[in-house]
């Protein structure tokens, strides 16, 4: 691999030289870092990184190559990527292609050899700010300002971007149960759980209304992961009033708990530097045990409103810095996690998740049919 100089600039002003990897050119966004030892290919191509630079933190990147099997999306997401030491050659035979190939072929700028733990340690400190990336030009002045114009992730809505642009369906027609996804930018991993549990899923685009959903006649609606201020989606809270207005059983991940809090008045805020790695400690407040979870979120619900509000209930902590990590609505069929139960760093700590949310949808097709009985 041809060796060419490139450059990353801080919005704080700090400077970091490096050697240039993937695509050619210039890329912005908000800096961020995840701290995961494997799985760099789901994490690039997870779409609740759109808009975002990404620092690996583990040293050595890229030296299992790349493969479709590993995709979460059908394309790369992030911005740009950061890490220590790249390989060029992999050693994993069912790897397709370099990991440089992969990352030239999605248009993604990156750079290595720089010290990562000095720039974790200083976005740690600092916190999260948005970041330039140039292998096409190392002028200091010429890159500050570019990234002068480049916008806050705060207030940003980046769902629309990443959403399917058509519904689509995924799994067995014939399965059990019907699910309706609102596609804020989900995980194929997330997918393959529910068809692994009997559910038939319908994946709408993002701002698709809630009675266009419901003319499919869904046992339960799905809000997916995804990036963005979910404080600048209304259309996704007002839809999710309805969801929950009528008592249908919800689910919701990531982002998608961000939705439900501020559809029960539980407002949001940015994180210092947010949650982004495989080994998060999670506390289950319903029957006390502890779970090993991946996550991916720079935003919060704010625990203030919570404990002013009647409408949810903590169930899940983070053991490391207290914040909320999961809730359910109080007399509704709806919870949610703040993290992703898909993933496997427990290995499979969290999938229960999933079950539970088929038996809320097993109870209500049980009530709706002795309705319909008592009815006729």
Known sequence: MEQKQAILLLEDGSVFKGTAAGAIGTTTGEICFNTGMTGYQEVFTDPSYFGQ???MTNVHIGNYGATPAEMESTSAQISGMICRNFANHYSRDLASQSLNEFLEEQGVVSIYGLDTRAIVKHIRSKGAMNAIISSETLDIGILSEKLKK??????????SKVTTSEPYYFGNENSSYKLAVVDLGIKKNI???????DCYMKVFPAKTTFETMQEWNPDGYFLSNGPGDPSSM???VDTTKEILQAEIPLFGICLGQQILALANGISTYKMHH???GLNHPVKNMIDGR???????????VNRD???KSDAVEVTH???NDGTIEGLRVVNKPAFSVQYHPESSPGPHDSRYLFDKFIDMMESSKKKTSSKSLITH
Do not use: K
């Open 53 to 55: 630079i990404l620092i």
């Open 191 to 197: 997918l393959r759980c529910f068809a692994e549990r």
């Open 150 to 159: 480049v916008p806050s992730m705060a207030g940003l809505e980046l769902s």
């Open 234 to 236: 209304s259309y996704a």
């Open 274 to 276: 947010g949650h982004r």
């Open 305 to 307: 409103d919570i404990e």
């Open 317 to 319: 902590v983070n053991l």
């Open 290 to 300: 502890s779970e090993i979870t991946s996550q991916n979120h720079g935003f919060e």
